[in-house]
């Protein structure tokens, strides 16, 4: 906890990506590294029982990078501008999470504009439903770029669960809440894991597919979740061990190893007993009860992702 806050000091000291005078590329930088490090700080405020606690150095530092991201991008809101896409996603993403982490409200709101019109005005359904898109990410024309565009596009599907619980569930404890007291709040997390996979899995389906293949899915639900528990066995303190955040990282690894053995659960369950070269010998069900759920859900999103490219 110590070095964390003593970084993030010396950053506030300097008055570090505070410059308006910035480039384009300068500007994006800035609130990718303002996103980084809110989802930092909340993250280790959960890890410690919200015992690690900011200066007001950094305070005020952070509260000014973000005036200076909402200077950046609130020119870009204008009806008359016609790119308003991924930059703008993110930098709300970036002021939601600097608001929950310093408890600055007008900022959780400030993020609610772009994701309120991001759903409105900019998503674009299958003609039966069973996908959407940004096309404003997809119209790119080059093949690099369009590549691009489909891994913005997915990292939006990937961002949206996280922030759309700010507008949603205002009352509910931040995401990065590092204990859980009920099944509800256990079954909670798994889904919305598995949710995050499918918005993934869908987008690199349409990205592939030229958005002509309709693809169906079926939205992960409670029952799923049981299953989940079910198949790893995973004790109590085990649970908590893991936090919500864990929690979520599991129900994604599953839901794409589910996608890459074409949903049969034997070849799921036979996907993480089976000894993997990555892992020196080690299973991902081993992993996963020694509570490295990371590596698991990074090789189970690529092998997942990569058979749609």
Known sequence: ??????????????????????????????????????????QTQALSNHRFELSQASRTWLAQLAQQVIADHTPRRKASFA????????????????????????????ADVALRRALTEQVRYSATGDYAYLPLGLAQDSPPDRRKACEHTQSFGISLHRVREIPIEPSAAPPHSAGMNTH???????????????????????????????????????????????????EPAQIREFGLIGVEELGEAVCHAWSINAGELERVVQ???????????????????????????????????LRHR
């Open 1 to 42: 906890m110590s070095c964390v806050g003593q970084g993030l000091d010396r950053w506030a000291d300097a008055g570090a990506l505070l410059d308006p005078d910035a480039s384009k590329t300068g500007i994006a930088e800035r609130k990718w590294a303002l996103a980084a490090i809110a989802a930092v700080v909340m």
């Open 83 to 110: 790119h308003f896409n991924n930059h703008d996603y993110w930098a709300a993403w970036a002021i939601a999470a600097t608001g929950m982490a310093i408890g600055q409200q007008d900022h959780i709101d400030w």
């Open 184 to 234: 509800s709040q256990l079954v909670g997390a798994l889904v919305k894991g598995m949710r995050r996979a499918e918005s993934a899995r869908t987008a690199s389906i349409a990205y592939s597919a030229g958005l002509a293949e309709q693809t169906r899915i079926g939205f992960a639900t409670a029952d799923d979740a049981d299953k989940v528990l079910e198949m790893f066995a995973l």
């Open 271 to 305: 996907w993480f007993r089976a000894p993997r070269v990555e892992f020196v010998g080690k299973h991902c069900s081993e992993l996963i009860r020694a509570g490295r759920i990371g590596p698991v859900l990074t090789m189970a999103r690529e092998h997942a992702l």
